[in-house]
């Protein structure tokens, strides 16, 4: 099942960061990076690199341990404005006849 995936922007991942009053070490930590420059790769520099699925779901699994996938899913998209979709079978729609 193909998933329609767009990773934050870089300046929705420092709205993030300006939110939760975290420091760039913080975030690396958050995100399970080796240290606040890199975390500054993905909200910096001519060429920002895109944040995972994988990386951004499991970062926000283990701060809310309690919650579903979809739950975590939609965290993700509230926190990071991270569009996810995992309808996106490239299936038409079945007819609502």
């Known amino acids: 099942m193909p ?3 767009v990773p934050p922007t870089p300046e929705a991942l420092l709205a993030q960061k300006k939110r939760r009053r ?3 070490a913080q975030m690396a930590q958050i995100y399970g990076l080796a ?3 890199q975390y500054r790769k993905y909200v910096g520099g ?3 690199r895109a944040m995972s699925l994988p990386m951004l779901f499991l970062a926000m699994a283990i701060e809310n ?3 579903t996938v ?3 899913l939609d965290i993700c998209r509230k926190e990071t404005g991270a569009i996810i ?3 996106a079978a490239g299936e ?3 007819s609502q006849d």
């Open 70 to 72: 979809e739950e975590v």
């Open 3 to 5: 998933i329609h995936y």
């Open 35 to 37: 240290g606040d420059n």
């Open 85 to 87: 979709d995992l309808d």
């Open 46 to 48: 001519k060429e920002p």
């Open 65 to 67: 341990r309690h919650a």
């Open 22 to 24: 975290a420091t760039s």
């Open 92 to 94: 038409p729609e079945p």
